[in-house]
């Protein structure tokens, strides 16, 4: 296995790490208004993905890789589609915001689980990654049936 390989496939999730970190804090105090049930997971959500991104950035050091700590162009243009949805909502704009929020921990599983199949993290990058993966699968079901929180 190259080392090459696995940075680049850590830089991959730390990317979109941070593209989650970004999309996370974009969301606006409204939704908690008419939601507040959920503000401490989300909360937690956002103290999680940092520590997640500090072990990406540990993993991609030791292997003496250089951490491209930065969201990705694809996370931004996501971002930027979401404000201008969100512009044209005739809805609810706090419903449609945690829309995005399982879609885009959806990706986030996705991308992980893709990263776990490729063969190309070691032993100690795939634990890692590994329990990051289980995590998400954890915030991703807490947060995909809109219509429990509608009904709080």
């Known amino acids: 296995m190259k080392t090459e390989q ?3 496939v850590l830089n991959d999730l730390l990317q979109i790490t941070n593209d989650r970190i ?19 997971e989300y909360d937690r959500m956002i103290s999680q993905s940092k520590i997640m991104k500090n072990e990406l ?19 931004a243009l996501h971002r930027t589609w979401i404000d201008i949805k969100n512009s044209f909502t005739l809805g609810n704009l706090e419903e449609s915001t945690l829309e995005n929020v ?3 921990e959806k990706a986030a599983i996705d ?6 199949e490729s063969g190309d993290l070691c032993e100690k990058s795939s634990e890692i990654v590994s329990e990051q993966l289980n995590s998400l699968k954890v915030s991703y079901d807490q947060f995909k ?7 709080k």
Request: aromatic residues 10%; charged residues 30%.
């Open 57 to 75: 950035i540990n993993l991609i050091t030791e292997k003496g890789g250089k951490p491209q700590d930065s969201p990705s162009v694809a996370g």
């Open 111 to 116: 991308a992980y689980q893709k990263a776990l």
């Open 102 to 104: 399982i879609f885009g």
């Open 145 to 151: 049936n809109i219509e429990e929180y509608k009904k």
């Open 22 to 40: 970004e999309g996370f804090e974009k969301v606006e105090g409204k939704v908690w208004e008419m939601y507040p049930d959920i503000k401490d």
């Open 6 to 8: 696995t940075v680049s």
